[in-house]
């Protein structure tokens, strides 16, 4: 799949002829490869020749020439080619918003072809015309397999989109795989998920635990990419119709890796079906779809059909809209390339972990399973440091008579030693001033970076995400610290704990 960034600098690289573009910002490494497989030199920055995926070349604005547009008009687009292949007629169109990005093309996104009510059926896809597993391994149970071992089910949907691309205009799905290329695993806001930012733009969210998330990510992509064989040796006869190697010998790691993110981001995840069907990419959802976090539209697995109900009224040309899911804007950016500003499912989560050198180790975890809550949700930053706190007072109890008053206390002031309450509420105040430490800019500077129209796509998300998680932590360090001003005396000095949980 074509979805990193085109160079802006042509260049060479003796790359199979049929291979995938990648970044030039990516070092190219080819494995070896069977005797007999044919290389030639490619202009990686060029998507024009029968054996490209992407009708039509690229000037150097970047825009399509007009005898490309023509090739592609010709062609016809993907919805055009879903009702040759069974679509029935539906209330949608296909149009397109200009990509932020001069080099990479416009955007394509679904519209409401005319005024819609909520429960009106926007679209309906036969199941001849959705990817699953099932489909492409052709057996559930090899499915089934696969996906409970070392695989994952995009993985397994990556290579069989990155096989069927080298298959060229004799594919049944080039259709369905040019538009992804044009996509290029964006959004509607054209961003790639950062798994395919470069160590620059990750620097964007420094101070994030999603910078780590994503790192931790690419690794298990890593991982999977050397398990690929496995699915070439287990379905066998899927493959013996692609006259190429092996997947780690066809593919490098970087194609597989930018395959693997523009699955990810238009994969759906279908409710009440098999195993082997519930990842399927549907040619009319997402990317084209733009999710939300605060709508319910979904995409539904109806008799032999993946269906699209609309959940409020839509005037003719509005985007479509579909929920995301209750995912906070962390797995959001880096899934789908966006944040939601208005998602109520946002959320920061703290870990800590108690003292395993403490004499009372083993009885602190058991009441820790039973009653640790760690998680911060956007507008209940008070409610979830006053859960906090029973969890973190163990740590700080000697006496085992006072682990009853914890276990059972609730709210803000636990009927314990004034020192240890305190000490508990100064360590939640450390925490949260280092975490906010811990980014380079300021709530105002964020502000100050956003008002700016011409800000680098990338650098917003990235902002937008880093700001929504510092207001989170804000209000949590102002929630403790109205918690310290409630406690009856403020002479007392914190209690030393030797056995203080660790918060990270």
Not at 24 to 53: K, M, Q, Y
Not at 173 to 185: A, H, K, N, S, T
Not at 328 to 352: H, M, W
Request: hydrophobic share 35%.
């Amino acid at each position: 799949m074509d979805v990193a960034h085109l160079p802006t600098k042509c260049f060479s690289s003796p790359v199979p002829s049929s291979s995938l573009p990648v970044r030039s910002e990516v070092p190219i490494s080819l494995r070896r490869s069977r005797r007999g497989a044919s290389f030639r030199p490619i202009r990686l920055c060029s998507a024009s020749g029968s054996d490209t995926l992407v009708a039509g070349s690229r000037k150097g604005d970047g825009r399509v020439s007009e005898a490309a547009r023509k090739k592609l008009d010709e062609s016809g687009d993907l919805k055009s080619w879903m009702h040759e292949n069974g679509l029935p007629p539906c209330k949608v169109v296909l149009k397109e918003r200009p990509s932020r990005y001069e080099q990479h093309k416009a955007i394509h996104y679904i519209a409401a072809s005319e005024d819609l009510q909520a429960g009106d059926v926007a679209f309906s896809v036969p199941d001849s015309l959705v990817v699953t597993l099932e489909r492409v391994l052709g057996n559930e149970t090899i499915a089934e397999l696969l996906t409970t071992n070392k695989l994952s089910e995009l993985a397994c949907l990556a290579l069989y989109l990155m096989y069927e691309k080298k298959q060229g205009k004799k594919s049944f799905w080039y259709p369905y795989i040019r538009e992804l290329d044009r996509q290029r695993g964006r959004g509607q806001v054209a961003v790639e998920s950062p798994l395919l930012w470069s160590e620059s733009e990750l620097a964007y969210l420094t101070g994030s635990p999603t910078k780590a998330e994503v790192l931790e990510r690419a690794e298990g992509i890593k991982r999977e990419y050397n398990e690929l064989d496995t699915v070439w040796f287990m379905a066998g006869s899927l493959f013996q119709q692609y006259p190429y190697d092996i997947p780690t010998e066809a593919f490098p790691f970087e194609i597989f890796k930018q395959a693997f993110v523009a699955v990810q981001s238009c994969v759906v995840h279908l409710q009440k079906v098999s195993l082997a069907r519930r990842f399927a990419l549907v040619p009319l959802g997402p990317p084209l779809l733009a999710y939300r976090s605060n709508c319910k539209a979904m995409l539904t697995a109806v008799d032999g059909f993946v269906q699209l109900v609309a959940d409020q009224p839509y005037k003719a040309g509005e985007p479509i809209v579909v929920w995301c899911g209750p995912q906070p804007n962390s797995k959001l950016l880096l899934n789908y390339g966006f944040v939601d500003e208005d998602n109520s499912y946002d959320r920061i989560v703290l870990e800590a972990a108690l003292s395993t050198e403490d004499p009372q180790y083993q009885e602190k975890r058991m009441v820790a399973q039973r009653n640790g809550k760690l998680t911060v949700s956007v507008g209940k930053e008070r409610e979830a440091v006053s859960d906090m706190l029973p969890y973190l007072r163990l740590g700080y109890v000697s006496d085992p008579s006072e682990m009853q008053s914890v276990i059972s206390s609730q709210g803000p002031i636990c009927p314990v030693s004034p020192c240890m309450e305190r000490a508990v509420l100064d360590q939640l105040v450390d925490y949260f001033e280092r975490r906010l430490a811990g980014y380079p800019t300021t709530l105002s500077e964020d502000e100050s970076l956003l008002a700016d129209s011409n800000l680098d796509p990338k650098k917003r998300v990235a902002t937008q995400l880093v700001r929504l998680e510092k207001k989170m932590l804000t209000a949590c360090l102002k929630a403790t610290v109205d918690f310290i001003n409630q406690l009856p005396d403020h002479t007392v000095s914190p209690c030393p704990a030797p056995y203080a949980p660790l918060l990270k």
